[in-house]
């Protein structure tokens, strides 16, 4: 396939992904008709679906994608760090992210074969945040009473947590000490620690 | 009015709510047609909207009921204790309650309007915890160097990716130890207290 050819398929991916996205986060999986799709890529049904199989495929595609994003944060900067972005304003994780996730988490409830399908995708982010706490005990940063895995399934639970608050618009002003003491329960006490040795 | 027959309409209604809490649950609220309503409570039509006034009155009926009901257990026992029995199986808090409760939250985010007339009812967790933690601080079991209010809004953030979790049908039998340490995160430290004093 000659290269500008290459170049404008992905370049249509990239804006049917785009506009599906902000369509998802406003109208729930249900309500992005394939009349609304339409309108907020400006692509015709016949484009949208020449790049994708259908909906359920094009969904699946935006939520891997932000699942992967994530895992990236998360390998560099830890899974607190997301959290913070998630509050920050000006963040490059806008409302409409938390949209595609909370989607993902109403159709896991409602939809087994969705269950299925979503499990292959979403291990990247346990993973990435197991790795980053592995790392940080080794530097010594990371309490070591409490198993890898039970700090990672807490970080986890509290970012589903905070998900789920902001996407129901409570106030999130106040949150920012609430992950400070999220993020000193996971490290080292250095006094506690020399007491205990 | 005869005492028969008020207490035969506090049956109706307890049927009403009863029938109507697993039919929101398996099919959420837009699916929850009148139809299935009737189905699921054993009454017709006449009968329900006799007891409340639409679908949305009684859908924000049985949402309150729930919220009164963890209020009451966290003034006993504590957010952390809710949880527990949120893990535990045969507990009296089932995945109805869940999915009231998650419905409860994509509404909040898909509907301003609900937005406004739930925060008239909600206020009544927060004010359980947080009373429940003076109490605790007063006793002397709760770590004194961060603010009540933000202690309770951590526990309620914990709470809410639970419901999250176990709403998305995630494994939960690995969550028991991050419970502990949630607990021991808001308790107070005897060693590093005596440490700072």
Redesign the interface.
């Known amino acids: 396939m000659p290269r500008v050819s290459q170049d404008h398929l992905e370049a249509r991916r990239r804006q049917i992904l785009d506009g599906s996205r902000v369509c998802f986060a406003r109208y729930?999986y249900e309500g992005a008709t394939v009349r609304r799709l339409e309108e907020a890529t400006g692509l015709s049904r016949g484009a949208i679906f020449h790049h994708f199989r259908d909906k359920e495929s094009l969904f699946l595609a935006l939520a891997e994608e932000d699942a992967a994003r994530m895992a990236d944060v998360v390998a560099q900067q830890g899974l607190v760090q997301v959290m913070r972005e998630l509050l920050a304003e000006g963040s490059d994780h806008p409302a409409d992210w938390l949209?595609t996730r909370?989607e993902v988490?109403?159709r896991?409830?409602?939809d087994?074969e969705f269950?299925g399908r979503w499990a292959e995708r979403s291990h990247q982010l346990t993973a990435a945040t197991r790795q980053r706490l592995l790392w940080q005990r080794q530097a010594g940063n990371l309490r070591d009473d409490?198993?890898v895995?039970?700090?990672t399934?807490?970080l986890?639970?509290?970012?589903?947590?905070?998900?789920?608050?902001l996407?129901?618009?409570?106030p999130a002003d106040?949150?920012g000490?609430?992950l400070d003491?999220?993020e000193?329960?996971v490290r080292r006490?250095r006094?506690?620690a020399s007491?205990?040795s």
């Not at 986890?156 to 608050?165: A, I, K, P, T, Y």
């Not at 996407?167 to 409570?170: E, F, P, V």
């Open positions: 729930g949209g909370l988490s109403r896991l409830r409602t087994p269950r409490v198993d895995d039970v700090l399934a807490y986890e639970l509290v970012l589903e947590g905070l998900v789920s608050h996407a129901m618009g409570l106040d949150l000490p609430v003491l999220v000193e329960s006490h006094v506690r007491a205990d």
